[in-house]
C-alpha cells in the first residue's frame, strides 16, 4: 500500500485547507485510516480517524468542530477539511492505514505517506 498526501501549504490562522490521501490499494475500502501530525520540535499526535466504509469518525479534542474526515472509498481518497485553522495547527500532517477488514476481522498494519506541510502564519 503506498499513500500520498498532499494539499498542504500556507495559510492565515481562521483559514482553511483541505488535505488528501491518495492510496494505491485495491482493497482501500478495508482499511482503517487516520490522519496524525507532528508540530515543530513536538512529538506525533493523533488528530483523526474513520472506519472502513466511513459510517464512524473521531477527532482529537484540539481539531473538534473545526476539522472533518472524509473519504472517498471509488476513488481510493481520505480527506481532512481544516477549517478555522490555528498557528498550533501547524505540523507535517501524515495519512496512516492502521487496520485491514478481512472479512470481519480486524488486522494491524502500519502504511504511512510522506508526509504534508500546514504552516498557519500571518
Known amino acids: 500500500v503506498q499513500l500520498v498526501e498532499s494539499g498542504g501549504g500556507l495559510v492565515q490562522p481562521g483559514g482553511s485547507l483541505r488535505l488528501s490521501c491518495a492510496a494505491s490499494?485495491?482493497?482501500?475500502?478495508?482499511?482503517?485510516m487516520s490522519w496524525l501530525r507532528q508540530p515543530p520540535g513536538k512529538g506525533l499526535e493523533w488528530v483523526s480517524d474513520i472506519n472502513n466504509d466511513g459510517s464512524s469518525t473521531h477527532y482529537a479534542d484540539s481539531v473538534k468542530g473545526r476539522f472533518t474526515i472524509s473519504r472517498d472509498n471509488a476513488n481510493n481518497t481520505m480527506y481532512l477539511q481544516m477549517n478555522s485553522l490555528k498557528p498550533e495547527d501547524t505540523a507535517v500532517y501524515y495519512c496512516?492505514?492502521?487496520?485491514?477488514?478481512?472479512?470481519?476481522?480486524?488486522?494491524?498494519?502500519?502504511?504511512w505517506g510522506p508526509g504534508t506541510q500546514v504552516t498557519v502564519t500571518s
Open positions: 496512516n492505514a492502521g487496520v485491514i477488514l478481512i472479512g470481519t476481522d480486524p488486522y494491524e498494519v502500519d502504511y
Open positions: 490499494a485495491f482493497s482501500f475500502s478495508s482499511y482503517y
